[in-house]
């Protein structure tokens, strides 16, 4: 069972994102999205989105939102596109930069063709890529001693 919240997404966007840059960025855990995106935001003021730290953001709040995405996930049900556009929306609202990279997203093709129809086109997609090894073994810093 999915969960749907079509409030989320009734209304056109409040500002023109008719001129925006969107990017996806896509690929396994570690491959260095988040890594890139900010040497973007920094070198050319992109706005990073993660959908993953958006998600977990509204359920640390507790908003009505974040129950029902804590429930979908704790149930393993898919989170559909109304809800995550609708989030993306909200958070792109929040911005006068018109120049997005959104981490994370999207992970299905409805949930892509339901951005561009609600909100703009995005301009390019970077998938990265790492071994599968690689994408699986925790990340560890090594330990600097304090002097």
């Known amino acids: 069972m999915c969960i749907r919240d079509s409030d989320m997404i009734k209304r056109k966007p409040e500002l023109d994102f008719s001129q925006c ?6 690929g396994p855990p570690c491959s260095g999205k988040k ?8 070198d050319f003021g992109y706005v990073h989105l993660s959908i993953g730290e958006l998600l977990r953001a509204e359920i640390k709040k507790g908003t009505p939102l974040g ?12 989170i559909l596109e109304d809800i995550i556009v609708g989030l993306l929306l909200s958070e792109m609202q929040k911005y006068k930069s018109k120049s997005f990279i959104i981490n994370g997203f999207p992970r299905t093709m409805s ?3 339901k951005f561009e129809t609600t909100i703009c086109e995005c301009q390019l997609v970077l ?11 925790p990340l560890t810093l090594p330990t600097i001693p304090l002097v």
């Open 127 to 137: 998938n990265f890529t790492v071994p599968e090894a690689v994408s699986y073994t």
């Open 35 to 42: 890594t890139q995106a900010l040497r973007l935001v920094q």
């Open 67 to 78: 129950n029902k995405v804590k429930t979908a996930v704790e149930q393993g049900e898919l």
């Open 111 to 113: 949930q892509a063709t």
């Open 21 to 26: 840059k969107i990017v996806f960025f896509l």
